[in-house]
């Protein structure tokens, strides 16, 4: 079981900029595949990105493609995702998810592959 925390949430105005932060209690996190996903009020969880083991492969939604930027510090046992030029139509709370995937550059936008979600954190973009 790998427990994950995200942090770096806030409110922030349109345009702006946000860095979420996905910190991983287990020293094999380099192992694991790290998606990030998010919900908005009265709607399902949504893929937003992700990236694998070596952080030499990432896939991101055609909604924040160009904007947000995932990377992964495997020795500080964490994952980030950039957030720019921020809307309002990005505000949710964002997790991050961990999966155990078999190959290093091994990716997946489903968050049924992910069996390890941090509590989450609220992103409110707004002026």
């Known amino acids: 079981q790998v427990q994950l925390v995200e942090s770096g949430g806030g409110l922030v105005q349109p345009g702006g900029s946000l860095r979420l932060s996905c910190a991983a209690s287990i020293r094999t996190f380099n192992t694991y595949a790290v998606g990030w996903f998010r919900q908005a009020p009265g709607k399902g969880r949504e893929f937003v990105a992700c990236?694998?083991?070596?952080?030499?492969?990432?896939y991101y939604a055609d909604s924040v493609k160009g904007r947000f930027t995932i990377s992964r510090d495997n020795a500080k046992n964490s994952v980030y995702l950039q957030m720019n030029s921020l809307k309002p139509e990005d505000t949710a709370v964002y997790y991050c998810?961990?999966?155990?995937?078999?190959?290093?550059?091994?990716?997946?936008?489903?968050?049924?592959?992910?069996?390890?979600w941090g509590q989450g954190t609220q992103v409110t973009v707004s002026s």
């Open positions: 998810a961990a999966g155990n995937f078999n190959y290093r550059e091994s990716i997946s936008a489903s968050d049924e592959q992910y069996e390890n």
């Open positions: 990236i694998s083991w070596s952080g030499g492969t990432t």
